[in-house]
């Protein structure tokens, strides 16, 4: 099953997969309500042998296939993910089919991903007969930010759990055609800090007749820099970015308070732990070594997406078995940004791939990366992404996992 035959049968389905993402790039959608994206999506699939969940809480979907064949994965279970919604961002594309709504891109690729998971739903419905299990189709919306994936999940869409799982995800500043992948720490867990550094206002000449917030909020944006590179080992990666500073009213005015935000990046869950209760300390103490006060909150955002090993080299295999040994990069390092297909991870042995899908022959180190406003993607990629995803499933099914 995993030759070129395989690749060639998604290369069959080109024109469909590209129509698809076309269409849905034109309309994206943001968080959980993706209603017109799904629909897309269902009628691309219709007349198909796929039974269909959907739940109260998103517009998130699960297209389940059956095989009809026989073999020793007649009880095993596989589920394949493709996110759906867009980013709130302005598009700078000259593409013929760019966003028509204002406000409104995608700068992350999810049209993509969803057009190669319909893809290898359309590849494996024309193969039903030729494998047992089962097949499960995740079409989830509200992945940036949204925890999509965990309303899915706390919805009972995904039960019974799967096997295993497997995603993509594009990288249209990494050579055409190429997967990547690593086991273990893939993406980051991604957390967010507000922190309120309180004082006393007034004129700005009298300085001395105020608690003035702002040099102990600078303070602290140091202390906080410090504090992980001297508290966190450099082979375990922490990164604390503050990226906003809100005060003040006027030029001539001391505010009441400061306002820092940020972003906090881990690749460990006792780092993740570790860090939160040292923001909290490092900025109280700051801000009472200057006679203020702090409040610190912290939002939870995705946990580290880590990829079971034997997961990974099934996707090595399927991918060199479909493109050659150079089709297949190993990733030495993760990647600092963050994913909510980790909630499936915490809970299913599996992984997700990178696919580059910088135009073919051009120089991919001077390609836009995901979220940018002028992001481009060689669709003729797309094929090759379906067949993966596709493969993955099938070998998992019929193999299982290596041991």
Not at 183 to 208: C, Q, W, Y
């Amino acid at each position: 099953m995993l030759t070129q035959e395989l690749l060639a049968s998604a290369r069959g389905l080109s024109d469909n997969i590209v129509s698809l993402r076309r269409a849905i790039h034109k309309e994206p959608e943001l968080g959980l309500e993706t209603p017109k994206t799904l629909a897309k999506v269902r009628a691309a699939l219709d007349g198909l042998p796929l039974s269909w969940r959907e739940g109260p809480s998103c517009t998130g979907a699960i297209a389940t296939l059956e095989g009809t064949g026989t073999g020793p994965g007649a009880e095993r279970r596989v589920l394949l993910r493709g996110d759906m919604d867009a980013l709130p961002m302005e598009e700078k594309t000259d593409l013929e089919f760019a966003s028509t709504i204002p406000g409104r891109m995608h700068a992350c690729g999810h049209d993509t991903h969803t057009a190669m998971l319909a893809g290898a739903a359309q590849l494996l419905c024309a193969q039903q007969d030729s494998f047992a299990g089962t097949v499960d189709f995740m079409f989830q919306p509200g992945e940036e930010g949204y925890h999509g994936a965990r309303f899915m999940l706390d919805d009972g869409l995904i039960d019974p759990l799967p096997d295993a799982a497997f995603a993509l995800h594009i990288m249209p500043n990494a050579p055409f055609g190429v997967l990547g992948g690593r086991a273990g720490p893939l993406l980051a867990a991604a957390d967010e800090f507000n922190i309120t550094v309180k004082g006393r206002g007034g004129h700005a000449s009298m300085p001395h007749d105020c608690l003035d917030p702002v040099p102990g909020a600078a303070a602290i944006v140091g202390a906080i820099q410090a504090m992980v590179t001297r508290r966190f080992k450099s082979t375990d990666p922490v990164v604390v970015t503050v990226t906003q500073i809100h005060a003040g009213t006027a030029h001539n005015v001391i505010a009441d308070e400061v306002v820092l935000g940020g972003t906090i990046r881990t690749l460990s869950a006792q780092h993740r732990t570790k860090v939160h209760g040292l923001i909290e300390q490092t900025a109280k103490r700051t801000a009472e070594a200057y006679g203020l006060e702090a409040e610190c909150e912290l939002t939870l955002g995705f946990p580290v997406t880590i990829c079971d090993e034997r997961a990974v080299q099934l996707g090595c295999k399927v991918t060199k078995q479909l493109g050659g040994e150079d089709a297949w990069r190993d990733m030495a390092d993760p990647i600092m940004g963050a994913e909510d297909f980790s909630y499936i991870l915490e809970k299913v042995p599996g992984a997700m791939f990178f696919l580059g899908v910088a135009g073919e022959g051009e120089d991919w180190t001077q390609c836009c990366a995901i979220h940018s406003s002028r992001m481009h993607v060689d669709e003729n990629a797309l094929p090759r992404g379906t067949a993966i995803l596709a493969g993955c499933a099938l070998e998992f099914l019929a193999e299982g996992f290596a041991e």
